[in-house]
């Protein structure tokens, strides 16, 4: 018994605690669709069979690329502008006031109103997709950044002045690190609103893209397909978590430990 609870103790702490759970859950799902065998939940065997064959043909790469383009862009921007707006409202009580109604307001619009405006103001074309995902995804990124401004230790900031540090050591070594969390939170709660909200942008109005594809599939209730290309999508997304956002926070983060 002991030698059992010391292998899962030595699995949860190990590398195995993040695939067990995925691993778990494919397990499952294979058994339920042998169980109910129903059109609706086709087997991931079936899956992964569409998945290859849609990479072997090369629309999935083709689609899949659209896409992760999309959301570089708009990624790229919504952080940019977010972090901006968020360090000057949290630093800046004026601006703060200033902001904060617009502010609230724009987190309260609903994603699909802003898609459609922007289709509706710029037409059919990558500025206006490219416009709706940033626009979406600037205010959570500002109220992130504005908590982690107003959560800075001031202390600090004295003590760099005392230490006549130049206002960019002491933006990069001193304030610019205690935002580092705030900021990687942002991120990957970033991430994950922006690749949704882009599958709609495409859904709504583009020719290609992962949301297109998903749209084509509906309309002719190809549940085997829609699964393939949200699986393709859920395998970037850990990829670039376990190859890039992860080991990046864990190397800036590291004066912490």
Not at 59 to 81: D, K, N, Q, Y
Not at 150 to 177: G, I
Request: charged share 15%.
């Amino acid at each position: 018994m002991q030698t059992v609870l010391k292998f899962g103790s030595n699995l949860a702490q190990g590398r195995w605690a993040r695939v067990l759970p995925v691993v778990l859950l494919l397990c499952a799902w294979q058994l339920l669709s042998l169980v109910l065998q129903s059109k609706t939940l086709p087997a991931p065997s079936a899956v992964l069979s569409t998945l290859w064959q849609e990479l072997s043909d090369g629309e999935l790469l083709f689609h899949l690329g659209m896409t992760l383009t999309r959301v570089a862009i708009s990624f790229a921007a919504a952080m940019l502008i977010g972090v901006a707006l968020g360090i000057l409202m949290g630093s800046s009580n004026t601006w703060d006031r200033l902001l904060d109604a617009l502010l609230i307001l724009a987190l309260n619009i609903p994603a699909l109103v802003t898609i459609i405006l922007c289709y509706i103001w710029f037409g059919l074309t990558e500025t206006a997709a490219v416009i709706a995902v940033t626009v979406n995804k600037i205010p959570m990124v500002a109220i992130s950044l504005r908590e982690g401004a107003r959560a800075v230790d001031k202390k600090l900031l004295q003590v760099a002045q005392v230490y006549r540090l130049s206002r960019r050591d002491t933006f990069f070594k001193v304030y610019l690190p205690q935002l580092m969390p705030y900021l990687f939170g942002s991120a990957r709660n970033g991430l994950s609103i922006i690749w949704k909200i882009v599958l709609v942008v495409e859904l709504l109005g583009r020719s290609n893209g992962v949301g297109f594809q998903i749209g084509n599939y509906f309309h002719f209730f190809d549940i085997t397909g829609i699964l393939a290309y949200s699986l393709a999508f859920a395998l970037v997304v850990f990829c670039f978590e376990a190859v890039l956002l992860r080991p990046l926070e864990n190397h800036l983060n590291r004066w912490r430990t």
